[in-house]
Protein backbone atom coordinates (compact mmCIF):
# COMPACT_ATOMS: atom_id res chain seq x y z
CA UNK A 1 0.00 0.00 0.00
CA UNK A 2 1.32 3.17 -0.96
CA UNK A 3 -0.31 6.60 0.42
CA UNK A 4 -0.27 10.83 -0.15
CA UNK A 5 -1.33 13.18 2.16
CA UNK A 6 -2.56 16.49 0.94
CA UNK A 7 -3.27 19.38 3.62
CA UNK A 8 -6.58 21.11 2.04
CA UNK A 9 -8.07 24.34 3.42
CA UNK A 10 -10.36 24.51 7.07
CA UNK A 11 -8.36 21.64 8.51
CA UNK A 12 -9.06 19.45 5.92
CA UNK A 13 -6.83 16.58 4.29
CA UNK A 14 -7.25 14.09 1.50
CA UNK A 15 -5.24 10.78 1.84
CA UNK A 16 -4.95 8.97 -1.66
CA UNK A 17 -4.83 5.29 -1.10
CA UNK A 18 -2.93 2.90 -3.70
CA UNK A 19 -3.01 -0.37 -3.29
CA UNK A 20 -1.27 -3.46 -5.39
CA UNK A 21 -3.22 -5.07 -8.06
CA UNK A 22 -2.28 -8.63 -6.99
CA UNK A 23 -4.70 -7.28 -3.35
CA UNK A 24 -7.28 -6.07 -5.73
CA UNK A 25 -7.30 -9.96 -7.27
CA UNK A 26 -7.62 -11.11 -3.91
CA UNK A 27 -10.82 -8.68 -3.28
CA UNK A 28 -12.38 -9.83 -5.93
CA UNK A 29 -11.79 -13.44 -5.10
CA UNK A 30 -13.35 -12.20 -1.74
CA UNK A 31 -16.25 -10.74 -3.39
CA UNK A 32 -16.89 -13.51 -5.50
CA UNK A 33 -17.39 -16.00 -2.31
CA UNK A 34 -19.96 -13.48 -1.14
CA UNK A 35 -21.86 -13.47 -4.35
CA UNK A 36 -21.96 -16.22 -6.13
CA UNK A 37 -24.99 -18.15 -4.45
CA UNK A 38 -27.20 -15.31 -6.43
CA UNK A 39 -26.42 -15.99 -9.99
CA UNK A 40 -28.18 -18.64 -11.78
CA UNK A 41 -26.40 -19.47 -15.02
CA UNK A 42 -27.76 -22.36 -17.21
CA UNK A 43 -24.91 -25.74 -16.82
CA UNK A 44 -24.10 -24.70 -13.33
CA UNK A 45 -25.49 -25.78 -10.16
CA UNK A 46 -26.39 -22.37 -7.85
CA UNK A 47 -23.47 -21.17 -5.79
CA UNK A 48 -21.21 -23.59 -8.31
CA UNK A 49 -19.85 -20.62 -10.98
CA UNK A 50 -17.08 -20.28 -11.85
CA UNK A 51 -15.81 -16.64 -10.62
CA UNK A 52 -14.45 -16.57 -14.68
CA UNK A 53 -17.65 -17.37 -16.25
CA UNK A 54 -19.76 -14.82 -14.09
CA UNK A 55 -16.85 -12.61 -15.18
CA UNK A 56 -17.08 -13.04 -18.53
CA UNK A 57 -21.49 -13.17 -18.62
CA UNK A 58 -21.96 -10.05 -16.12
CA UNK A 59 -18.41 -8.19 -16.53
CA UNK A 60 -16.21 -8.18 -13.66
CA UNK A 61 -18.08 -5.05 -12.65
CA UNK A 62 -20.72 -7.07 -10.91
CA UNK A 63 -18.17 -8.33 -8.25
CA UNK A 64 -16.30 -4.59 -8.02
CA UNK A 65 -18.84 -2.82 -5.09
CA UNK A 66 -18.13 -5.89 -2.55
CA UNK A 67 -14.88 -5.94 -3.74
CA UNK A 68 -13.86 -1.82 -2.91
CA UNK A 69 -15.78 -2.09 0.18
CA UNK A 70 -12.97 -4.80 1.27
CA UNK A 71 -10.28 -2.92 -0.02
CA UNK A 72 -11.63 -0.06 2.07
CA UNK A 73 -12.08 -1.75 4.97
CA UNK A 74 -8.65 -3.52 4.82
CA UNK A 75 -6.34 -1.09 3.84
CA UNK A 76 -8.18 2.81 5.45
CA UNK A 77 -7.13 1.97 9.01
CA UNK A 78 -4.03 1.32 7.84
CA UNK A 79 -3.45 4.62 6.52
CA UNK A 80 -4.59 6.76 9.12
CA UNK A 81 -2.25 5.46 11.08
CA UNK A 82 0.71 6.09 8.79
CA UNK A 83 -0.99 9.34 7.84
CA UNK A 84 0.11 10.56 11.52
CA UNK A 85 -2.99 12.97 11.59
CA UNK A 86 -5.62 13.12 13.93
CA UNK A 87 -8.70 12.53 12.00
CA UNK A 88 -12.02 13.65 13.91
CA UNK A 89 -14.44 13.15 11.03
CA UNK A 90 -15.81 10.18 8.73
CA UNK A 91 -13.94 9.84 5.82
CA UNK A 92 -15.61 10.69 2.45
CA UNK A 93 -14.22 8.09 -0.13
CA UNK A 94 -14.22 8.65 -3.87
CA UNK A 95 -12.62 5.64 -5.87
CA UNK A 96 -9.76 7.17 -8.34
CA UNK A 97 -9.28 3.80 -9.99
CA UNK A 98 -11.78 0.37 -9.86
CA UNK A 99 -10.55 -2.12 -12.60
CA UNK A 100 -9.45 -5.74 -12.80
CA UNK A 101 -5.41 -6.16 -12.92
CA UNK A 102 -4.62 -2.69 -12.10
CA UNK A 103 -3.84 -1.25 -9.03
CA UNK A 104 -6.95 0.03 -6.67
CA UNK A 105 -6.65 3.82 -5.67
CA UNK A 106 -9.07 5.86 -3.98
CA UNK A 107 -9.30 8.84 -1.89
CA UNK A 108 -10.33 9.71 1.55
CA UNK A 109 -11.38 13.72 2.62
CA UNK A 110 -11.36 13.70 6.20
CA UNK A 111 -11.39 16.80 8.79
CA UNK A 112 -8.18 16.88 11.27
CA UNK A 113 -8.33 18.17 14.72
CA UNK A 114 -7.68 22.26 14.68
CA UNK A 115 -5.06 24.04 16.20
CA UNK A 116 -5.84 26.34 18.74
CA UNK A 117 -4.46 29.71 19.41
CA UNK A 118 -5.06 30.45 22.90
CA UNK A 119 -5.59 34.24 23.87
CA UNK A 120 -6.02 35.48 27.42
CA UNK A 121 -6.63 32.73 29.58
CA UNK A 122 -5.13 33.67 33.20
CA UNK A 123 -6.52 36.05 35.49
CA UNK A 124 -9.92 36.17 33.49
CA UNK A 125 -12.27 38.52 34.75
CA UNK A 126 -16.06 37.60 35.06
CA UNK A 127 -18.75 39.15 37.38
CA UNK A 128 -19.46 36.48 40.36
CA UNK A 129 -22.44 34.45 40.54
CA UNK A 130 -25.02 34.94 43.54
CA UNK A 131 -25.56 32.61 45.84
CA UNK A 132 -28.13 34.17 48.39
CA UNK A 133 -31.46 32.76 49.85
CA UNK A 134 -33.75 34.80 50.82
CA UNK A 135 -37.14 34.69 52.46
CA UNK A 136 -39.13 34.43 49.72
CA UNK A 137 -36.82 31.32 48.53
CA UNK A 138 -37.51 29.50 51.86
CA UNK A 139 -41.26 30.09 51.13
CA UNK A 140 -41.50 29.10 47.84
CA UNK A 141 -40.00 25.86 48.97
CA UNK A 142 -42.33 25.22 51.58
CA UNK A 143 -44.99 25.69 49.43
CA UNK A 144 -43.84 22.95 47.27
CA UNK A 145 -43.82 20.48 50.54
CA UNK A 146 -47.60 21.89 51.59
CA UNK A 147 -48.50 20.86 47.92
CA UNK A 148 -47.04 17.87 47.99
CA UNK A 149 -48.60 17.19 51.30
CA UNK A 150 -52.07 18.39 50.06
CA UNK A 151 -55.13 16.00 49.74
CA UNK A 152 -58.22 16.41 47.27
CA UNK A 153 -61.59 16.38 48.63
CA UNK A 154 -64.55 15.95 46.57
CA UNK A 155 -67.07 18.41 46.17
CA UNK A 156 -70.88 17.81 45.27
CA UNK A 157 -72.23 21.01 46.19
CA UNK A 158 -71.19 23.62 44.23
CA UNK A 159 -70.23 24.45 40.41
CA UNK A 160 -66.40 24.13 39.30
CA UNK A 161 -64.23 26.87 39.78
CA UNK A 162 -60.42 27.70 38.75
CA UNK A 163 -58.05 25.44 40.22
CA UNK A 164 -60.56 22.64 40.28
CA UNK A 165 -59.33 19.13 39.63
CA UNK A 166 -62.12 17.97 37.65
CA UNK A 167 -63.51 14.32 35.76
CA UNK A 168 -65.14 14.77 31.63
CA UNK A 169 -66.27 13.19 29.30
CA UNK A 170 -66.05 15.12 26.14
CA UNK A 171 -66.59 14.48 22.54
CA UNK A 172 -65.50 16.96 19.67
CA UNK A 173 -67.34 17.74 16.49
CA UNK A 174 -66.51 19.53 13.58
CA UNK A 175 -68.81 20.51 11.04
CA UNK A 176 -71.09 18.27 12.67
CA UNK A 177 -69.01 15.28 12.68
CA UNK A 178 -66.91 13.74 15.36
CA UNK A 179 -63.03 13.34 14.53
CA UNK A 180 -60.42 11.16 15.59
CA UNK A 181 -59.01 11.90 19.35
CA UNK A 182 -61.45 14.02 19.82
CA UNK A 183 -63.34 12.09 22.92
CA UNK A 184 -62.53 10.75 26.08
CA UNK A 185 -64.24 9.08 29.33
CA UNK A 186 -63.42 9.74 32.62
CA UNK A 187 -60.59 12.38 31.79
CA UNK A 188 -59.02 13.71 34.31
CA UNK A 189 -58.50 17.73 33.65
CA UNK A 190 -57.41 20.35 36.14
CA UNK A 191 -58.68 23.75 35.49
CA UNK A 192 -56.41 26.30 34.93
CA UNK A 193 -53.70 24.31 33.77
CA UNK A 194 -53.84 25.04 30.21
CA UNK A 195 -53.61 21.07 28.82
CA UNK A 196 -56.66 21.77 26.67
CA UNK A 197 -56.79 24.27 23.61
CA UNK A 198 -57.95 27.49 23.50
CA UNK A 199 -60.42 28.48 26.18
CA UNK A 200 -62.13 25.18 26.94
CA UNK A 201 -61.16 25.00 30.38
CA UNK A 202 -62.11 28.13 31.20
CA UNK A 203 -65.42 27.71 29.55
CA UNK A 204 -65.93 24.82 32.15
CA UNK A 205 -66.35 27.42 35.25
CA UNK A 206 -69.66 27.60 36.21
CA UNK A 207 -70.93 24.19 35.49
CA UNK A 208 -72.38 22.04 38.13
CA UNK A 209 -71.64 17.69 38.38
CA UNK A 210 -74.05 15.97 35.54
CA UNK A 211 -74.42 18.98 33.23
CA UNK A 212 -73.90 18.50 29.77
CA UNK A 213 -72.53 22.08 27.99
CA UNK A 214 -71.41 22.82 25.13
CA UNK A 215 -67.39 24.34 24.40
CA UNK A 216 -66.41 26.17 21.48
CA UNK A 217 -62.54 26.52 20.33
CA UNK A 218 -60.15 27.05 17.73
CA UNK A 219 -57.59 24.42 17.14
CA UNK A 220 -54.34 26.00 17.38
CA UNK A 221 -52.93 26.84 13.70
CA UNK A 222 -49.82 24.63 14.46
CA UNK A 223 -51.60 22.11 16.02
CA UNK A 224 -49.57 18.77 15.61
CA UNK A 225 -52.50 16.94 13.18
CA UNK A 226 -52.76 19.33 10.25
CA UNK A 227 -56.38 17.81 9.10
CA UNK A 228 -57.03 19.82 12.79
CA UNK A 229 -54.98 23.04 12.56
CA UNK A 230 -56.34 26.17 12.72
CA UNK A 231 -60.06 24.86 12.49
CA UNK A 232 -62.86 25.58 14.84
CA UNK A 233 -64.78 22.58 16.92
CA UNK A 234 -67.33 22.25 19.34
CA UNK A 235 -67.40 19.86 22.12
CA UNK A 236 -70.06 18.16 23.92
CA UNK A 237 -68.95 17.94 27.80
CA UNK A 238 -70.19 16.28 30.92
CA UNK A 239 -68.76 17.37 34.04
CA UNK A 240 -68.92 13.78 36.29
CA UNK A 241 -66.67 14.92 39.36
CA UNK A 242 -64.78 18.09 40.85
CA UNK A 243 -62.70 18.06 43.23
CA UNK A 244 -60.50 20.62 45.41
CA UNK A 245 -57.17 20.59 46.81
CA UNK A 246 -56.66 20.92 50.31
CA UNK A 247 -53.36 22.27 51.38
CA UNK A 248 -52.56 20.97 55.20
CA UNK A 249 -52.24 24.69 57.79
CA UNK A 250 -48.58 24.94 57.84
CA UNK A 251 -47.44 25.18 61.30
CA UNK A 252 -45.42 23.05 63.99
CA UNK A 253 -47.05 19.96 63.72
CA UNK A 254 -47.01 20.11 59.98
CA UNK A 255 -43.06 20.51 60.25
CA UNK A 256 -43.11 17.32 62.65
CA UNK A 257 -44.80 15.59 59.73
CA UNK A 258 -42.87 16.36 56.73
CA UNK A 259 -39.37 16.70 58.86
CA UNK A 260 -37.35 15.49 61.77
CA UNK A 261 -37.71 19.11 63.18
CA UNK A 262 -40.13 19.44 66.11
CA UNK A 263 -41.26 23.19 64.99
CA UNK A 264 -41.72 25.07 62.05
CA UNK A 265 -38.69 27.64 62.28
CA UNK A 266 -36.31 24.56 62.49
CA UNK A 267 -37.81 23.50 59.48
CA UNK A 268 -37.04 26.31 57.52
CA UNK A 269 -33.77 26.95 58.93
CA UNK A 270 -32.87 23.53 57.98
CA UNK A 271 -34.62 24.11 54.71
CA UNK A 272 -32.64 27.69 53.95
CA UNK A 273 -29.47 25.67 54.71
CA UNK A 274 -30.06 22.96 51.65
CA UNK A 275 -31.08 25.66 49.32
CA UNK A 276 -27.95 27.84 50.24
CA UNK A 277 -25.74 24.38 49.48
CA UNK A 278 -27.39 23.90 46.45
CA UNK A 279 -27.23 27.44 44.93
CA UNK A 280 -23.72 27.67 45.71
CA UNK A 281 -22.89 24.48 44.21
CA UNK A 282 -25.07 26.06 41.22
CA UNK A 283 -23.10 29.30 41.44
CA UNK A 284 -19.71 27.03 41.51
CA UNK A 285 -20.71 25.98 38.28
CA UNK A 286 -21.91 29.11 36.42
CA UNK A 287 -18.26 30.80 37.78
CA UNK A 288 -16.79 27.99 35.87
CA UNK A 289 -19.49 28.63 32.65
CA UNK A 290 -18.39 31.91 32.40
CA UNK A 291 -14.63 32.04 32.49
CA UNK A 292 -14.48 28.61 30.28
CA UNK A 293 -17.44 31.06 28.25
CA UNK A 294 -14.23 33.68 27.84
CA UNK A 295 -11.13 31.62 27.27
CA UNK A 296 -13.13 30.00 24.34
CA UNK A 297 -14.09 33.20 23.04
CA UNK A 298 -10.45 34.73 23.04
CA UNK A 299 -9.06 31.50 21.59
CA UNK A 300 -8.80 31.35 17.75
CA UNK A 301 -9.47 28.18 16.12
CA UNK A 302 -11.14 27.00 12.84
CA UNK A 303 -13.63 24.20 12.73
CA UNK A 304 -13.97 21.69 10.05
CA UNK A 305 -17.56 20.70 9.24
CA UNK A 306 -17.14 17.59 8.92
CA UNK A 307 -16.36 17.43 12.77
CA UNK A 308 -19.28 19.55 13.46
CA UNK A 309 -21.51 17.08 11.50
CA UNK A 310 -20.00 13.98 13.92
CA UNK A 311 -20.34 15.92 16.59
CA UNK A 312 -24.34 16.40 15.76
CA UNK A 313 -24.75 12.84 15.14
CA UNK A 314 -23.14 11.48 18.17
CA UNK A 315 -25.74 13.85 20.12
CA UNK A 316 -28.86 12.69 18.28
CA UNK A 317 -27.80 9.07 18.77
CA UNK A 318 -27.74 9.99 22.92
CA UNK A 319 -31.28 11.39 22.15
CA UNK A 320 -32.60 8.75 21.03
CA UNK A 321 -31.11 6.50 23.24
CA UNK A 322 -32.82 8.85 26.10
CA UNK A 323 -36.09 8.87 24.38
CA UNK A 324 -35.43 5.03 23.99
CA UNK A 325 -35.24 4.63 27.68
CA UNK A 326 -38.93 6.22 28.23
CA UNK A 327 -40.37 4.18 25.79
CA UNK A 328 -40.19 6.35 22.84
CA UNK A 329 -38.43 5.43 19.56
CA UNK A 330 -36.76 8.56 17.96
CA UNK A 331 -39.19 7.77 14.81
CA UNK A 332 -42.04 8.24 16.64
CA UNK A 333 -40.70 11.39 18.26
CA UNK A 334 -40.50 12.64 14.95
CA UNK A 335 -43.75 11.79 14.31
CA UNK A 336 -45.43 13.27 17.18
CA UNK A 337 -43.30 16.30 16.68
CA UNK A 338 -43.88 16.86 12.98
CA UNK A 339 -39.94 17.21 13.29
CA UNK A 340 -37.60 15.91 9.99
CA UNK A 341 -34.15 14.77 10.96
CA UNK A 342 -32.67 17.41 9.19
CA UNK A 343 -34.74 19.94 11.71
CA UNK A 344 -33.46 18.31 14.20
CA UNK A 345 -30.06 18.25 13.41
CA UNK A 346 -29.85 21.84 12.38
CA UNK A 347 -31.35 22.69 16.53
CA UNK A 348 -28.29 20.95 17.76
CA UNK A 349 -25.64 22.25 15.05
CA UNK A 350 -25.22 25.48 17.45
CA UNK A 351 -24.54 23.23 20.99
CA UNK A 352 -22.95 20.84 19.10
CA UNK A 353 -20.25 23.86 17.53
CA UNK A 354 -20.30 25.02 21.40
CA UNK A 355 -19.13 21.66 22.83
CA UNK A 356 -16.36 21.23 20.08
CA UNK A 357 -14.61 24.71 21.12
CA UNK A 358 -14.95 24.58 24.57
CA UNK A 359 -13.40 20.80 24.72
CA UNK A 360 -10.53 22.00 22.09
CA UNK A 361 -9.86 25.43 24.03
CA UNK A 362 -9.51 23.53 27.58
CA UNK A 363 -7.45 20.92 25.78
CA UNK A 364 -5.27 23.78 24.98
CA UNK A 365 -5.04 24.75 28.16
CA UNK A 366 -4.26 21.40 29.23
CA UNK A 367 -1.31 21.66 26.92
CA UNK A 368 -0.19 25.06 27.82
CA UNK A 369 0.24 24.32 31.35
CA UNK A 370 1.31 21.05 31.07
CA UNK A 371 -1.31 19.50 33.23
CA UNK A 372 -0.89 15.63 34.05
CA UNK A 373 -3.94 14.03 35.66
CA UNK A 374 -2.20 11.76 38.80
CA UNK A 375 -2.82 8.13 39.12
CA UNK A 376 -4.41 8.61 42.66
CA UNK A 377 -6.79 10.96 40.11
CA UNK A 378 -7.54 8.12 38.12
CA UNK A 379 -7.98 5.71 41.59
CA UNK A 380 -10.80 8.20 42.23
CA UNK A 381 -12.47 8.46 39.33
CA UNK A 382 -12.53 4.82 39.51
CA UNK A 383 -13.72 4.38 43.26
CA UNK A 384 -16.41 7.04 41.82
CA UNK A 385 -17.53 5.43 39.01
CA UNK A 386 -17.72 1.72 40.52
CA UNK A 387 -19.93 3.60 43.63
CA UNK A 388 -22.47 4.64 41.21
CA UNK A 389 -22.57 1.69 38.64
CA UNK A 390 -22.71 -0.13 42.26
CA UNK A 391 -19.81 -2.43 41.43
CA UNK A 392 -16.34 -3.60 42.83
CA UNK A 393 -13.71 -1.04 42.03
CA UNK A 394 -11.44 -3.93 40.33
CA UNK A 395 -14.72 -5.06 38.22
CA UNK A 396 -14.65 -1.72 36.79
CA UNK A 397 -11.38 -1.79 36.05
CA UNK A 398 -11.32 -5.15 34.26
CA UNK A 399 -14.44 -3.66 32.03
CA UNK A 400 -12.85 -0.81 31.12
CA UNK A 401 -10.16 -1.22 28.13
CA UNK A 402 -6.98 0.61 27.16
CA UNK A 403 -9.29 3.37 24.99
CA UNK A 404 -11.75 4.36 27.60
CA UNK A 405 -9.06 4.83 30.27
CA UNK A 406 -7.21 6.97 28.20
CA UNK A 407 -10.30 8.91 27.83
CA UNK A 408 -11.20 9.08 31.11
CA UNK A 409 -7.42 10.70 31.73
CA UNK A 410 -8.31 12.68 28.99
CA UNK A 411 -11.97 14.24 30.86
CA UNK A 412 -10.37 14.21 33.60
CA UNK A 413 -7.70 16.63 32.39
CA UNK A 414 -9.78 18.53 31.17
CA UNK A 415 -11.53 19.10 34.07
CA UNK A 416 -8.66 19.73 36.09
CA UNK A 417 -7.96 22.61 33.47
CA UNK A 418 -11.19 23.98 34.26
CA UNK A 419 -10.82 24.22 37.94
CA UNK A 420 -7.11 25.63 37.10
CA UNK A 421 -9.10 28.94 35.17
CA UNK A 422 -11.42 29.16 37.78
CA UNK A 423 -9.02 29.75 40.46
CA UNK A 424 -6.60 32.20 38.01
CA UNK A 425 -10.20 34.32 37.05
CA UNK A 426 -11.05 37.24 38.90
CA UNK A 427 -14.65 36.95 39.96
CA UNK A 428 -15.81 40.12 40.84
Request: proline share 3%; with cysteine; charged share 30%.
Amino acid sequence: MSLQVEKLEKNMAKLTVEVAAEKFDEAMKFSYNKNKGRFNIPGFRKGKVPQAVIEKMYGPEALYEDAANHMIDGSYAEALKESGLDIVSRPEIDLVQLEKGKPFIYTATVATKPEVELGEYKGIEVEKAAAEVTDEDVENELKKVQEQNSRLLTVEDRPVQDGDQTVVDFTGYMDGKTFDGGQGNDYPLTIGSHSFIDTFEEQLIGKNIGEECEVNVTFPTEYHAAELAGKPAMFKVTVKEIKVKELPELNDEFAGEVSEFDTLAEYKEDIKAKLLEKKQKDAATENENRVVEKVVAAAKLEIPDPMVQEQVRGMINDYGRRMQSQGLSLEQYMQYTGMTMEQLADQMRPQALRRIQTRLALEAVVKAENIEVSEEAIEKELENMAASYQMKVEDSKNYMGEAEREQMKEDLAVQEAVDFLVAEAKLV
